[in-house]
């Protein structure tokens, strides 16, 4: 019984998961970790708030996210999505990814103008704070 309720609930909250960026460009073999499941990724379609986006050799991916923040991707990336809320008229901001290697463009949307402290950008050994601004990251 407790299987069938841990179950449902893990595919309802995978169901009523929100978009939270949009695939604008794409080179290659890219993929996105939902659960346990891999999906590969082409121009157009939605990244949702816990995706790992997955990039292979020779390929690259751009992201925008809702507020307009742009990330891009390089080869042999990988970026988990874990925390993202954007909504202006309650004065909620949240804005937390972890880079785990690759490489990475960033270029900070209305979140990180509206509330600079909301946005986390993590790497293995530290976060980098946002403060409305462009950076490019390289972890190995």
């Known amino acids: 019984m407790f299987r069938i309720l841990f179950v449902l609930l893990f595919t309802?909250?995978?169901l009523f998961s929100a978009d939270v960026a949009i695939v604008?460009?794409?080179s290659g073999?890219?993929?996105?970790?939902?659960?346990?499941?891999?999906q590969k990724l082409s121009v157009g379609q939605k990244i949702q708030e816990h995706d790992v986006i997955i990039t292979k050799d020779n390929?690259?991916?751009g992201m925008i996210f809702e507020d307009g923040t742009i990330i891009s991707l390089g080869k042999n990336s990988i970026?988990?999505?874990?925390?993202y809320l954007f909504r202006p008229s309650q004065d909620e901001f949240l804005f937390d990814v972890n880079m785990k290697?690759?490489?990475?463009t960033y270029e900070s949307g209305k979140l990180g103008k509206l509330s600079p402290e909301s946005?986390?950008?993590?790497i293995p050994e530290g976060v980098i704070g946002i403060r409305g601004t462009k950076?490019?990251?390289e972890v190995k």
């Open 12 to 14: 309802l909250s995978y």
């Open 24 to 26: 604008k460009n794409i």
């Open 29 to 38: 073999d890219v993929f996105a970790k939902k659960q346990d499941q891999m």
């Open 59 to 61: 390929s690259s991916i």
């Open 79 to 83: 970026l988990s999505i874990d925390k």
């Open 101 to 104: 290697k690759g490489l990475a």
């Open 119 to 122: 946005v986390k950008f993590r």
């Open 135 to 137: 950076f490019y990251v």
